[in-house]
């Protein structure tokens, strides 16, 4: 049984997928030195090209990074993955609405676009529905284990929209965040797992 480690940090074990992605992080935009999106591409067009998934990239608040600089550099990489059509990666941190407005914004130059995947997923199902009702999955992560964060456990044990698992930097595994997972939504560890397997499937190759 393969298991789907849709984001991580750490060296992918045995049986386990995770897709290959590229992506220039919100904490790390004050060190691109690129002054346009030609330049940028320039820079980084290839990386972003052989990438399946772009990201992570995306907005945080709650980080020392210019927030003129992460809205510019997130849009340079949402542009060119729509070009591409590939689907992303996204960390969001207490902005939520401005990457709706991005997303938006491309949808006024893109008849369609990709979905989008907000990693580290833990807000509420209320939320997870409006993102998806914009074309937005979410990805749950080590969260879910702890039961301090009611709401995302809530959220998972009720979504019935796509989503995905992740280890993310975390120590533990994917196949105990699987496991907590089948637990809540009252399923199978296969059951889930073919579940997320063709989600996943889904969104790599229809890029």
Not at 33 to 60: H, K, P, S, T, V
Not at 100 to 111: A, I, N, S
Request: glycine share 6%; with cysteine; proline share 4%.
């Amino acid at each position: 049984m393969k298991l789907i480690d849709f984001h991580t940090h750490k060296p992918t074990a045995e049986g386990v997928i995770t897709p290959r992605s590229f992506g220039i992080h919100p904490w790390h935009v004050d060190e691109v030195e690129a002054y346009g999106r030609d330049q940028f591409l320039d820079r980084y067009g290839n990386e972003l090209a052989d990438a399946e998934i772009i990201g992570e990239c995306g907005l945080d608040k709650a980080c020392s990074s210019s927030w003129q600089r992460q809205e510019t550099v997130f849009r340079w990489q949402a542009e060119f993955a729509a070009e591409l059509g590939r689907p992303m990666v996204i960390h969001c941190v207490r902005a939520f609405n401005e990457v709706f407005d991005v997303r938006r914004t491309l949808l006024k130059r893109h008849k369609t676009l990709p979905v989008w995947v907000i990693h580290g997923f833990a807000s509420s199902l209320q939320i997870s529905q409006q993102l998806y009702g914009d074309g937005i999955w979410v990805s749950f992560g080590a969260a879910i284990l702890d039961p301090k964060h009611e709401k995302v456990r809530q959220c998972l044990a009720a979504i019935e929209t796509p989503f995905f698992l992740e280890t993310d930097d975390s120590d533990i595994g994917i196949a105990e965040i699987y496991h907590s997972a089948a637990e809540l939504r009252n399923c199978s560890i296969p059951e889930l797992a073919e579940t997320i397997k063709e989600h996943f499937f889904s969104l790599v190759m229809c890029k």
